[in-house]
């Protein structure tokens, strides 16, 4: 069973920085595109950023320049380091994997930007 684990989210003024991570098991993680989605109150879930198996990344516009993802192959954990944080950043950010069965979910971990 695919099992993902977020961690590291929290409360953080504006401006400021966190670093997540998300621990998987049940897959052969290097072989897998990551995922990082985030749903904000009152809006549908969306993609923030991919990292390949290969290291190949996307970013969504809004955080390019502000969030860098990376994954350790050897530990099968996914990071998300985000940098100069805004309000709107506020959101529960869910690691994801499709697999050929069907897309899983972490539980996610809530960051709220606020000062």
């Known amino acids: 069973q695919v099992h993902l684990v977020e961690s590291g989210g929290g409360l953080v003024q504006p401006g400021g920085s966190l670093r997540l991570s998300c621990k998987a098991s049940?897959?052969?993680?290097?072989?897998?595109?990551m995922d990082w989605y985030r749903q904000a109150p009152g809006k549908e879930r969306e993609l923030v950023t991919s990292?390949?198996?290969?290291?190949?990344?996307v970013l969504a516009d809004s955080v390019k320049g502000r969030f860098t993802v990376s994954r350790d192959n050897i530990r099968r954990t996914l990071s998300l380091q985000m940098n100069s944080l805004k309000p709107e950043d506020t959101a529960v950010y869910y690691c994801?994997?499709?697999?050929?069965?069907?897309?899983?979910w972490g539980r996610g971990t809530q960051v709220t930007v606020s000062s």
């Open positions: 994801s994997v499709e697999t050929s069965a069907r897309r899983f």
């Open positions: 049940g897959i052969n993680f290097r072989l897998f595109r």
């Open positions: 990292i390949t198996s290969d290291h190949n990344t």
